[in-house]
C-alpha cells in the first residue's frame, strides 16, 4: 500500500483527506461553501454509488477543495482509461489540485476548471459526482439534471430529503417534482456532521440521480416547471384556488378556463398531494385552455 502521506506521485484513491487539507496550505472557509470530507470510509463508498450501468469514462466534480474526493475520483477512471473534469471556484485549492496531482494533468486524465459551477461551460462529462457547496446547491443540481447523466450528490440532508419526497408527504414540494421530472432521485447514504472539517451546522446526505422519461408527457417543459412552482406557492389551498390564484405566476392569461374544464376530484385536492403524473396532466389542461404567455 502506497504512504498516502507522501503528495503528488501517490497512487490514486488512498490519500489521507487531513493531509491533503494540511498541505493545501489553507484552511477550508465556511464562508466560501468549503467543508472537507475527511471520513475515508465515506470518501470511499460515495464512486460506488454511482450506477451500476453508469459509464465512467469522463467524470465531472464540482468542487475540488483539497481534492480528498478527486483522489477517489481519479482512482475510478485510472481504472476504466477515462477522466476527470473537476470545476473549482477558488484559485488556491485549483492551483493545488494541480500540483497535488500533477502526474493525472500530464497524463491527460484529469483537468482542473477554475471557475464558479454555476458559470462555466459544462465539459462533456458522462457522470458527475460531488460534494456540493451548500450555498448554490440548488442552482448546482438543476443545472446538472437536465443534462440526462447520472449523478452522485452530497447536499443538506434537509434539501435532499425534500427532493426524494412523495406526494403527501410533508417535504413534498417543487423541488420533489422537478427533480423527479428528470431522473429516479434516492438517499444512498445519511452523513453525519462529524464526517467533515469544519464541520457544517446541519446534518448532510448522498443522493444519487438516475436519469430517466418521466411516465408523463409533457408538451412544454418550461411551462410544466413554472406551473408546478406557481401551484406550491399555494400548497394548503385547493388546486381549485391555487390555479386561480397563481396565473400571473405561471403564465396563464385565463385561469378560469382551467379550471372550468378539469376534473372536479382533481380540483378538491391540494397541491402538496398531488403526484407529478396528475401536475403534468393539469399543466396540459393549462397550456391548452388557459392562454399561456411567456412570462
Ligand atoms: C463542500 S466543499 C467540498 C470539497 C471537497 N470536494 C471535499 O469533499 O472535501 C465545496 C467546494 O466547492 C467550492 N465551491 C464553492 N462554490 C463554488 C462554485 N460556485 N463553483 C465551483 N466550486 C465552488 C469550494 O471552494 C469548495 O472547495
Known amino acids: 500500500m502506497t504512504d ?6 501517490a497512487a490514486y484513491g488512498d490519500r489521507d483527506p487531513d493531509a491533503l487539507a494540511r498541505r493545501a496550505g489553507e484552511r477550508a472557509n465556511p464562508d466560501r461553501d468549503q467543508h472537507f470530507l475527511v471520513d475515508d470510509r465515506v470518501l470511499d463508498r460515495i464512486p460506488a454509488y454511482l450506477p451500476d450501468d453508469a459509464d465512467a469514462s ?60 454555476l458559470d462555466v461551460d459544462l465539459p462533456p462529462f458522462t457522470a458527475c459526482v460531488a460534494n456540493l457547496p451548500y450555498g448554490v446547491s440548488s442552482e448546482i443540481a438543476f443545472r446538472l439534471l437536465p443534462e440526462g447523466k447520472p449523478l452522485v450528490l452530497m447536499f443538506q440532508a434537509e434539501f435532499a430529503d425534500r427532493m426524494v419526497a412523495s ?10 417534482v422537478s427533480a423527479q421530472h428528470y431522473a429516479a432521485v434516492e ?14 451546522a446541519v446534518e448532510s446526505a448522498v443522493v444519487r440521480c438516475t436519469p430517466r422519461d418521466p411516465e408523463y408527457e409533457v408538451g412544454d417543459e418550461a411551462f410544466f416547471l413554472r406551473f408546478v412552482k406557481a401551484l406550491f406557492t399555494q400548497r394548503r389551498k385547493t388546486v381549485r384556488n391555487a390555479v386561480r390564484n397563481t396565473g400571473h405566476i405561471s403564465g396563464l392569461d385565463d385561469p378560469e378556463s382551467v379550471v372550468d374544464a378539469a376534473d372536479e ?7 402538496g398531494d398531488l403526484e407529478p403524473s396528475a401536475f403534468a396532466a393539469l399543466a396540459e389542461l393549462a397550456r391548452e385552455r388557459g392562454s399561456p404567455t411567456e412570462v
Open 4 to 9: 498516502s502521506s507522501t503528495g503528488a506521485g
Open 58 to 117: 469522463h467524470l465531472l466534480e464540482i468542487g475540488g477543495g483539497a481534492g480528498a474526493l478527486t483522489d477517489r475520483l481519479l482512482a475510478a477512471v485510472a481504472a476504466e482509461n477515462g477522466r476527470l473534469s473537476v470545476i473549482e471556484r477558488d484559485g488556491v485549492f485549483a492551483d493545488f489540485l494541480r500540483e497535488e496531482f500533477a502526474t493525472a494533468v500530464d497524463d491527460g486524465l484529469l483537468d482542473v476548471i477554475e471557475g464558479d459551477a
Open 167 to 176: 406526494a403527501g408527504e410533508s417535504e413534498y414540494g417543487r423541488l420533489s
Open 187 to 200: 438517499i444512498v447514504e445519511r452523513v453525519p456532521k462529524e464526517a467533515f472539517d469544519p464541520q457544517p
Open 265 to 271: 376530484d382533481l380540483l378538491r385536492r391540494r397541491p
